[in-house]
């Protein structure tokens, strides 16, 4: 299966930004779902697991979601500061094959 | 403190062999799944492939399947990227990271080995 994801989103500071990411096949809600943000020059860190749980650390203007509707996850992150500005990447699993969403670059302008 | 510390950059021509490592260390190495994940410049993030330090089982990506071979001295806490003959589309940013069943989502990543391959 596949994961897509918007290619880039843009807001301004202290606006909101959800960030789909799109299952091709299965169900979204058959494994869970993670999101990982990436800064220039950094490795990815967890900002979301297990569709929704935030690691300690990672403030609450950070939440996820799923809708089995349109087979899709969701991150929201509200109150956008520049620190935000990064890619962001969705994260899901099926028997022994873990897949990895086509990514977001999230701009604050 | 959680460390996965990555072999440094390398640069090698096509048709050379080349193995990464990633030394992990401040847990139980043997008891959590360590995978690969390329990063070609300006692109996203693909899993290669996970390796149990335990046991040696080993999963690929149907992408990365007879391409490279993971590999894991539990001895010394050490897991390994290798290539048997290097190819310039193999030039990217690979990743170490731990695999948190408990909580599902790799949580502790490596550094990054930068591999540039070119004649």
């Known amino acids: 299966f596949m994961l897509t994801q918007p290619h880039s989103v843009s807001e301004s500071p202290g606006k909101t930004v959800t960030i789909s990411c799109t299952r091709s096949?299965?169900?979204?809600?058959?494994?869970?779902v993670q999101w990982y943000q990436q800064r220039p020059g950094s490795s990815p860190t967890t900002v979301i697991y297990e569709h929704n749980q935030r690691p300690s650390g990672v403030p609450d203007r950070f939440s996820g979601s799923i809708d089995s509707s349109s087979n899709s996850a969701s991150l929201t992150i509200s109150g956008l500061k520049s620190e935000d500005e990064a890619d962001y990447y969705c994260q899901s699993y099926d028997s022994s094959n873990y897949v990895f969403g086509t990514g977001t670059e999230v701009s604050v302008l | 403190e959680v460390q996965l510390v990555q072999s440094g950059a390398e640069v090698k021509k096509p048709g050379e062999s080349l193995k990464i490592s990633c030394y992990g260390s401040?847990?139980?190495?043997?008891?959590?799944?360590i995978a690969w994940v390329r990063q070609m410049p300006g692109k996203g993030l693909e899993w290669m492939g996970i390796?149990?330090?335990?046991?040696?089982?080993?999963r690929y990506s149907p992408s990365f399947q007879g391409q490279v071979t993971i590999s894991t001295d539990k001895s010394i806490t050490t897991a390994y990227l290798q290539w048997s003959s290097l190819k310039a589309s193999d030039t990217a940013m690979y990743y170490c990271?731990?695999?948190?069943?408990?909580?599902?989502?790799?949580?502790?990543w490596g550094q990054g080995t930068l591999v540039t391959v070119s004649s």
């Open positions: 390796i149990y330090p335990g046991d040696s089982d080993t």
């Open positions: 096949s299965g169900s979204i809600a058959s494994s869970y």
């Open positions: 990271a731990r695999w948190l069943a408990a909580r599902p989502s790799f949580d502790y």
């Open positions: 401040g847990y139980s190495f043997t008891n959590y799944w």
